[in-house]
């Protein structure tokens, strides 16, 4: 996987660490990753970006 912020949301989350009682150890977990933790490819965000544009 070319994202690995992404990748590690996703397996914080399959660990059951979600909702709000875990958002703040998620974000610290998360903030020295590279890349978005909501798209799963760069490609994938460019599209959004653009679309909002439009």
Sequence with gaps: MDNEKYAFRCFL??????????KESR??????????????????KEAEDHAVSE
């Excluded at 989350?13 to 875990?22: K, T, V």
């Design 13 to 22: 989350l399959r660990l059951g660490m979600i909702g709000n009682a875990y």
């Design 27 to 44: 974000k610290i977990l998360l903030q020295n990753l590279t890349g978005s933790s909501a798209f799963k490819s760069r490609h994938r």
